[in-house]
Antibody
Framework: QLQLQESGPGLVKPSETLSLTCTVS??????????WGWIRQPPGKGLEWIGS???????YYNPSLKSRVTISVDTSKNQFSLKLSSVTAADTAVYYC?????????WGQGTLVTVSS | DIQMTQSPSTLSASVGDRVTITCRAS??????LAWYQQKPGKAPKLLIY???SLESGVPSRFSGSGSGTEFTLTISSLQPDDFATYYC?????????FGPGTKVDIK
């Protein structure tokens, strides 16, 4: 059974870079059939797609976040990562990692990241 | 980019009720629409993909319809486990977008 687990700091200071890693178990991140993505949800609010990366290395980002986001894959560790730069309080959210073909079939449990000094 | 809207934002219903949620896209997305259910503190769960295809293991009381810009999610007979928030998501373009959500609560 595929499992995804987010990890990273739960508290980030304003203007710094948020960095999260998603560890994939029960399957290979190198499969050409899937994309790996990040989705976030501010407390009490809806879901926001951050971006995704495909086996080919192609990345697609939410236009509203594109200038601050980088998603990358480390096949040797079966992990993929999110970096979001210049964070503000508006970036406080539960961050989910996910896998999909077109729709999202698997989600991590989510990790709360708070932006505060 | 494609914007998604949902109505209503909140829906109060009773067990056994037939419930319908509407999702609209700012431009045609063919049938590239999914529906997810989310309960508090949990990750969303896929219910419907390609507008009307039921995900494996999802009860048949859930159904989806529509194409182009207007879509609906119907729960034929609301069960206690169905009180949750429902999101639509378009995947017509690589920049996926979610609707704002519809919370179904107890009347």
């Amino acid at each position: 059974q595929l499992q995804l687990q987010e990890s990273g700091p739960g508290l980030v200071k304003p203007s710094e870079t948020l960095s999260l890693t998603c560890t994939v178990s029960g399957g290979s991140i190198s499969s050409s059939s899937y994309y790996w993505g990040w989705i976030r949800q501010p407390p009490g609010k809806g879901l926001e797609w951050i971006g995704s990366i495909y086996y080919s290395g192609s990345t697609y980002y939410n236009p509203s976040l594109k200038s601050r986001v980088t998603i990358s894959v480390d096949t040797s560790k079966n992990q993929f990562s999110l970096k979001l730069s210049s964070v503000t309080a508006a970036d406080t959210a539960v961050y989910y990692c996910a896998r999909g073909t077109t729709v999202v079939n698997y989600w991590g449990q989510g990790t709360l990241v708070t932006v505060s000094s | 980019d494609i914007q998604m809207t949902q109505s209503p934002s909140t829906l109060s219903a009773s067990v056994g009720d037939r419930v319908t949620i509407t999702c609209r896209a700012s431009q045609s997305i063919s049938s590239w629409l999914a529906w997810y259910q989310q309960k508090p503190g949990k990750a969303p769960k896929l219910l419907i993909y390609k507008a009307s295809s039921l995900e494996s293991g999802v009860p048949s009381r859930f159904s989806g319809s529509g194409s182009g810009t207007e879509f609906t999610l119907t729960i034929s007979s609301l069960q206690p486990d169905d009180f949750a928030t429902y999101y639509c998501q378009q995947y017509n373009s690589y920049s996926f977008t979610f609707g704002p959500g519809t919370k179904v609560d107890i009347k």
